[in-house]
């Protein structure tokens, strides 16, 4: 029973679109993020959500927006995408917002062309 | 510079062999976070520690808080262990991560 699921695995899609990938965990935990991981490998922190509010947002243009319609859930929509929004975006979740181990979805490989 | 460094940024190695990967950080911190990131581009949490040192079977981290230093140890290295190794610390309520450490254990 998967415990941090994204959909869609893959995306490709043109520049100018808009798309939204999903993100659901059965943990019971309150804290979600979104991570994303570039050409070099190298995570970044996007968002963070604890019981549905926003407690993280790292610069990130506002074009990407996150929503969390219930704490196991927390989608990334992206607006007009740019071909440097090519990425591995990954989903997590911990229990709460303190020091507790994170658990990562799969990632969702987008490619923007 | 990165806030968070690890080292060596590639790692070779013969199965059996005792493998080191270290990591250093330059901001204050609550915890740290010692990933593996697959082949296949999961990732997994392998330790959180904030002070000390933790084992899981053949894997064992340490950190030393003074230093800003930590490094995760494989003992009896494996082929299945082949990842990359990410070192993650925990500061102002979100993670950093280093560049990682691609590990490679040849039988």
């Known amino acids: 029973d998967t415990a941090v699921s994204q959909t869609p695995k893959y995306l490709v899609t043109q520049m100018g679109n808009d798309k939204s990938i999903k993100c659901e965990q059965n943990?019971?935990?309150?804290?979600m993020y979104w991570y994303k991981q570039d050409s070099k490998k190298f995570l970044k922190i996007m968002f963070s959500y604890n019981n549905k509010e926003l407690i993280i947002n790292e610069t990130v243009p506002n074009r990407f927006s996150p929503k969390s319609p219930d704490k196991a859930h927390l989608n990334l929509h992206i607006n007009s995408l740019e071909l440097g929004d090519s990425a591995v975006y990954f989903c997590?979740?911990?229990?709460?917002?303190?020091?507790?181990?994170?658990?990562f979805g799969p990632g969702t490989r987008l490619t923007v062309t | 510079k990165n806030e968070v460094e690890q080292s060596p940024q590639n790692l070779t190695a013969q199965e059996g062999e005792f493998i080191t990967i270290n990591c250093s950080y330059s901001v204050g911190i609550s915890a740290l976070h010692w990933l593996q990131q697959h082949p296949g581009g999961g990732i997994v949490s392998l330790f959180m520690?904030?002070?000390g040192k933790k084992k899981h079977g053949r894997l064992i981290a340490t950190i030393n808080i003074q230093e800003k230093h930590s490094s995760l140890h494989i003992t009896a290295s494996h082929p299945r262990d082949s990842a990359v190794y990410i070192c993650a610390v925990r500061s102002s309520g979100k993670l950093i991560f280093g560049t990682g450490t691609r590990l490679q254990v040849f039988p």
């Open positions: 997590a979740s911990s229990h709460s917002t303190g020091d507790y181990e994170q658990y």
């Open positions: 943990l019971g935990h309150d804290t």
């Open positions: 520690l904030s002070s």
